[in-house]
């Protein structure tokens, strides 16, 4: 099978595909015949290597975790998945024609694959960072890079749990994070002011690890009502930095809730095929993203 591969830290041009043994599915997991596979900032964070200290990996490696796609072997243990189901999940290496998957659900009726392949991660992090930083209904969330994958799911989850929600995001994004519930206000010089103008904050997240930790918690007042998934430097200002991933399977879950109800829509805003991977990183790494990049397998 085809699968993207790199053999050496570095940047999107280590990425390579090559020819690669299948995998197999093993007890209480599933393989697909991977249809897309989301692209995630952790995707080429892991390629750069930044994760070696906390959680080394041995070379050359596969990428991706997010997939959606057609179930062709069922592991041992698993029951109420059989094979021809399409589901999407969490796995490993699903930059590839084949994957298995330890976590998955069955995708919810009118989802593409493109579209299926962008929720996971993402969702799963977006419930995770709004219950840790413990906004209820009636509050204000501050939500500073709004408009990619998880600020998408953010906003969304917020608005429908009763939460008003303050968005920063480029110029272009602005209509963006309006058509989705949020006050919206670009990033650019002068945007605690106008942030101030807005409204008062009860709680903050950092989504793009754009250095205003600082400011978000001059807007909350507490650094405990501030949490970051990309600002690493979030202990000395006391904030919290949200890294490990909670339940996937509940979050599958959620999101498939969410979606029935018609209260979560998440974007796909580029396709790429698995060729096209480094672009795919590059654009990534690059930000502005409206909701999800995915590759197509």
Request: with cysteine.
């Amino acid at each position: 099978m085809k699968r993207v591969s790199f053999a050496e830290f570095g940047g999107p041009d280590v990425l390579r595909l090559v020819d690669a043994e299948e995998p197999h599915a093993g007890p209480g997991q599933v393989r697909v015949a991977v249809r897309a596979a989301g692209v995630n900032p952790v995707d080429w964070r892991i390629r750069e290597g930044q994760f070696q200290e906390i959680n080394p990996i041995e070379l050359p490696a596969g990428v991706g975790q997010d997939a959606a796609g057609v179930v062709d072997e069922v592991g041992e243990g698993v029951d109420g998945t059989q094979v021809g189901d399409h589901v999407f999940g969490v796995g490993a290496n699903t930059y590839a024609e084949f994957a298995v998957l330890s976590a998955w659900a069955r995708m919810p009726e009118g989802l593409t694959f493109e579209e299926a392949a962008g929720y996971p991660s993402v969702v799963e992090t977006a419930l995770r960072v709004l219950r840790q930083v413990g906004v209820r209904a009636g509050q204000t969330l501050l939500v500073s890079g709004a408009a990619g994958g998880v600020g998408s799911a953010v906003l969304q989850i917020a608005r429908d749990r009763g939460i008003a929600v303050i968005g920063t995001a480029g110029a272009a994004n602005q209509d963006y994070l309006r058509g989705l519930g949020a006050l919206a206000t670009t990033y650019d010089e002068g945007w605690v002011e106008r942030v101030r103008r807005l409204g008062s904050v009860d709680a903050a997240l950092d989504l793009a690890g754009a250095g205003v930790l600082p400011e978000l918690v001059e807007l909350t007042g507490d650094p405990r009502k501030v949490v970051s998934i990309a600002d690493l430097g979030t202990p000395e200002l006391g904030t919290l930095f949200s890294g490990e991933a909670g339940s996937m399977p509940d979050a599958l879950a959620e999101a498939c809730a969410l979606l029935s109800r018609g209260k979560l829509h998440i974007p796909v805003e580029k396709s790429y095929s698995l060729a096209d991977a480094a672009a795919a990183h590059v654009d990534s790494q690059a930000g502005h993203t409206r909701g999800r990049r995915v590759v197509v397998v």
